[in-house]
């Protein structure tokens, strides 16, 4: 899945809240867009509204995606990741990446880097950071896709 990079644009707070569900936790912007325009995946503040450490940088709010993802952590995804020996070094070097950029913090707030909390925070950082093997290997074992529809633009009368 090619990445459609817009570091660092605005994204609307209404917007986001409609494809999380929820009022956001933190101060983001939109660190990638879709190709429809709509926040894809938004770059998280490190500290939450409450000033409360916030571990997880990168977050989907492509709903599309998520779901797709979602799919594989259902299907025992994490598990699988872990296990595969082929991806033990891009693990451990996906986490060093994330650390050295993200004030010292492994992806998501695991804190041992051959373990995975999430895989919607693993393949954010691969798409918001450009890439990575374990976002491809994600992408391999999902139908990701952008939907014909942008997710921010359902339920706006499109």
């Not at 609307?12 to 894809?40: H, K, Y």
């Not at 939907?147 to 009368?157: H, K, Y």
Request: proline share 7%; with cysteine; hydrophobic share 40%.
């Amino acid at each position: 899945m090619n990445s459609c990079a817009d570091s660092g644009s605005t994204a609307d707070p209404e917007v986001v809240a409609r494809l999380l569900g929820r009022t956001p936790f933190t101060v983001f912007s939109a660190a990638l867009t879709c190709p429809g325009g709509g926040p894809a995946v938004l770059a998280n503040e490190p500290v939450d509204q409450h000033g409360r450490p916030f571990p997880t940088r990168y977050w989907l709010a492509c709903r599309a995606l998520g779901e797709a993802v979602s799919r594989l952590e259902a299907a025992g995804g994490v598990r699988m990741l872990e296990s595969d020996p082929e991806m033990a070094q891009h693990l451990a070097d996906a986490h060093a990446r994330h650390r050295a950029a993200h004030n010292g913090r492994n992806i998501g707030g695991v804190r041992d880097p051959a373990r995975v909390k999430c895989l919607h925070a693993h393949l954010a950082f691969a798409l918001a950071e450009g890439g990575s093997p374990i976002g491809d290997w994600i992408a391999a074992r999902t139908e990701l896709q952008w939907p014909a529809v942008c997710c921010a633009m359902v339920g706006e009368g499109v």
